[in-house]
């Protein structure tokens, strides 16, 4: 490994079980943007009442969240350099919760006229920054917190409570404020009841981010000023892209993961209009489907958390991959409603393993110096091409006429990223890859 330009270690001891307990309770916190906010009551409201058209309403949204992501792809490594040069992470953390837990907030102005679409986008914008970054410093907490033979086990742990936060928050959402006969009196006239979930976003969101602030250990600040921590970081990022080949188990995992999340990306952006489309399901059903594959996302993130530091990482993605491919595959191909409905739950158990698995992987990669860095290009590899599976699969089902050969780009994506992952690591050694 290259000498840093600091030199410095960040070397400790494993936290306490309350400090990683209060690390996972972030994860619970923060997914209550994702799904209140980013999938399903903002989305939906945006995109029927405040938008136009449905049509419009869906083309800013995803335009908005393309260009959210490409800052996010930019800045983050950036943004890790400096990081990693500064010293601490909770700062960060602090700061850009903060910035989404405010936007999320101010959407409460948002009332169901066209002339809101601008700063609703704008919110929506602002919102997803901060919390992608905030996940970017929240992330590369992990490897100070506990021993490599553990990352897999809280990495998974993190992930169903996050699944399990934000499926929570949307049954609150729905009983306390949008349901007929909810327990608050709000004016539906002006969309108050649905407003109001975006105020319990935001505020859940405070909440449960609150405990890692405050009982988290923190690596301690190297107490350098500003000027010269970003001059430094600057330095360290140019350092490791003149050096990259140093860093070859890490390149490597992320040119791999680059592809199969692309493909994760896709299916959750396009999996609603698959069913839609080609199952005939209604808007309601697809809301039930979409939650039904949360719950068993979580429970797969939980139940191969131990799994991940028996079986390793790396396998772990592995198998995930498979989980995906093979009932994906027949996704495609059945016509029945409920054998949908089964498979996909199956394909469902395997979304949360590869998702805690490869935080738990660039976790035992990353170069303890390097950690935030590494984090930052980790965002880069999740965001850089997302907006390319989208535009496949629409492109193939208009050229094909139909959806199911559209939609088996997905499978390209997860096979490739599978072959990549097998190949590009295969030679590496056995430590640089476990965890």
């Not at 700061?95 to 601008?118: K, M, Y």
């Not at 939609?407 to 050694?429: N, P, S, T």
Request: glycine share 10%; charged share 15%; aromatic share 12%.
């Amino acid at each position: 490994m290259l000498p840093t330009r600091n030199g410095n270690q960040e070397k400790q001891g494993p936290a306490s079980r309350r400090a990683l307990l209060a690390w996972a309770s972030y994860d619970w916190g923060n997914n209550a943007f994702a799904t209140l906010i980013q999938t399903f009551i903002f989305a939906a409201y945006f995109t029927r009442q405040v938008a136009e058209s449905e049509q419009q309403g869906t083309t800013l949204w995803g335009l908005t969240l393309g260009i959210s992501g490409v800052l996010v792809a930019v800045s983050a490594p950036l943004l890790g350099a400096i990081a990693d040069q500064a010293g601490r992470h909770k700062p960060w953390i602090a700061l850009f919760t903060l910035l989404s837990v405010t936007a999320t907030a101010l959407l409460w102005f948002i009332r169901p006229t066209p002339e809101f679409v601008i700063p609703a986008l704008i919110l929506l914008g602002i919102g997803t920054l901060g919390s992608q970054i905030a996940l970017l410093f929240y992330n590369a907490l992990l490897p100070q917190l506990t021993t490599t033979e553990r990352f897999g086990r809280w990495s998974g742990w993190g992930w169903s409570a996050g699944y399990a936060g934000g499926l929570l928050c949307l049954a609150l959402a729905w009983f306390l404020l949008i349901r007929e006969g909810a327990w608050l009196p709000l004016d539906p006239e002006s969309a108050e009841p649905v407003r109001a979930t975006f105020l319990l976003a935001a505020g859940w969101y405070l909440l449960f981010s609150l405990p890692l602030l405050l009982f988290t250990p923190d690596s301690p600040s190297k107490n350098k000023p500003a000027r010269q921590a970003i001059s430094d970081g600057l330095g360290q990022l140019r350092d490791t892209l003149r050096h990259i080949r140093h860093y070859r188990p890490v390149a490597h995992f992320l040119i791999a993961r680059l592809i199969y999340s692309d493909g994760m990306a896709t299916l959750f952006a396009m999996g609603g209009v698959y069913a839609a489309g080609t199952f005939g399901m209604e808007p309601r059903e697809v809301l039930l489907f979409g939650i039904a594959l949360n719950v068993t996302a979580g429970l797969g993130a939980a139940s191969f958390a131990w799994i991940t530091d028996r079986l390793g990482s790396r396998r772990t993605i592995l198998v995930s991959l498979v989980g995906l491919i093979v009932p994906g595959t027949f996704i495609l191909l059945v016509e029945s409603t409920l054998l949908f409905w089964a498979l996909g739950m199956v394909l469902g158990l395997f979304v949360g393993p590869v998702q805690s698995a490869s935080r738990a992987l660039m976790a035992s990669l990353s170069p303890e110096t390097l950690r935030r860095e590494m984090f930052g290009f980790y965002a880069l590899s999740g965001k850089a091409t997302a907006f390319l599976g989208p535009l496949f699969v629409g492109g193939l089902t208009y050229l094909s006429g139909s959806q199911r050969v559209g939609m088996g780009m997905i499978i390209v994506y997860f096979v490739a990223g599978f072959v990549l992952l097998l190949l590009l690591l295969a030679g590496e050694r056995k430590h640089d890859l476990e965890s």
